[in-house]
DNA sequence: TTAATATTTTAGTCTTGACTAAAAATATTT
DNA sequence: AAATATTTTTAGTCAAGACTAAAATATTAA
């Protein structure tokens, strides 16, 4: 059995190593889960034991392959409940990452499979995150971030690296959502902001804007 | 802040205050809940600690008001759950008391008025026990056992006592649901059973079922 | 290549919610 | 009314998961 604590930790070092090499620093997870460096080390050392990590001292910690799979199960129903919330519920993008972090450890396997079936089996949630299946596999949209997008080119916006509540707050503000179709007009290098046209209009956004948007091309 | 386990105690002192006067024993929220009677009395204290229950050493336990409308939130939560469950998830009314255990404890009030919404606000749940608004009322349908039914009756199935996946079970077998209309036709003094009549067929039925079956007339 | 700084681990505490065993209070029999 | 049985409470433990402060290790800078 694995506790609702132990599953934010599996998330947690899973997020991270994603980004980076597989291996994640004690201080990395702490910052992440917003707990102490202390409480880091003695929680890795309870996933060592049930074999959902390796960990040497002083040299961080990756998953194994059991628990890459639990981590991604977990992610898999964060991911369903936020698209039931959306699709189901009529909840706004920004609303519902907080409830999915509580229903992501309700466990019932039958439960996420019927919901999965319920939504017609959902490849992306409302940040526009892959949904891992039922094995923990999934495919990525290829997309890049506008920041690396010359001015001239155009795509999709399929996904927001940062989902955060302000973020996408400012995003529904400035009527930017998932789907649509949007032109890099112009890079300012000044202040290196890019004018972007969207099918209603064109608006200037700031570099830390265009970071976390992606589109497809 | 109520905890997950002080909402567990609050649910079953309110099952138990409702079937026998309010006040209730140590001892029998010990068996409720699967726990020994020392644990019971901690967290009683907790619970009159926080002006969810008046305790008196030696006396039992009822609910203050405020104890008594968090109980019948946490129950709306379980029965609209089970609703959900079984109207948009198509599971059978025997396998949905566990999950909602589990449930009943998220925490968003948004959310619940959404499923609220969202299941046409249902007015009483799989098992045909009433669903709280959310000021925590409900009206009970008036019904009887069978047990004080006299032969030549008739009414329609509207909930059961024994919510047990054992009892639940033996009715889908017996193809009863909520909502057939029975005719009880034969009473039995030697073993106290009955006969009823359903739209489809006839079938005998101990005292323990009968007891369990209630119709309104 | 030391010295200073940063990271990580250890040791010891705390809170929550459980437990056992023993003591105290209440209830039931004789 | 006393003896016995039952219920309830108290006292002391335990495990999980957090914390602080101090010690150990690793990294970076002088
Ligand atoms: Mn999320
Ligand atoms: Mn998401
Ligand atoms: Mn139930
Ligand atoms: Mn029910």
């Not at 190593?17 to 707990?35: F, H, L, P, R, W």
């Not at 265009?210 to 091309?217: E, G, H, T, V, Y």
Request: aromatic share 6%; glycine share 4%; charged share 30%.
């Amino acid at each position: 059995m694995v506790t609702l604590s132990e599953e934010n930790y599996l998330k947690a070092i899973y997020h991270l190593g994603n980004q980076g090499d597989n291996t994640v620093s004690t201080n990395a997870i702490a910052e992440q889960i917003e707990a102490k460096a202390s409480s880091v080390t003695d929680m890795v050392k309870k996933l060592a034991d049930k074999q959902l990590a390796n960990y040497i001292k002083y040299q961080g910690v990756s998953l194994t392959e059991e628990g890459r799979l639990t981590a991604r199960t977990v992610i898999r129903k964060h991911r369903l409940w936020e698209t039931f919330l959306v699709k189901k519920l009529n909840f706004s993008w920004h609303e519902v990452h907080d409830i999915a972090e509580q229903l992501e450890h309700i466990k019932s396997e039958k439960l996420i499979d019927k919901l999965d079936d319920f939504l017609d089996n959902p490849t992306h949630d409302p940040h526009g995150d892959p949904i891992p299946d039922k094995h923990g596999n999934y495919t990525k949209i290829k997309s890049k971030s506008i920041l690396e997008i010359k001015p001239g080119n155009q795509g999709v916006l399929t996904s927001v690296k940062d989902s955060s509540k302000a973020f996408l707050k400012y995003l529904n503000k400035n009527e930017l959502a998932l789907g649509d179709s949007i032109k890099v007009v112009d890079f300012e290098p000044f202040d290196e902001s890019f004018t972007i046209e969207t099918k209603t209009k064109t608006i200037t956004i700031s570099k830390n804007v265009a970071k976390n948007l992606c589109l497809s091309i």
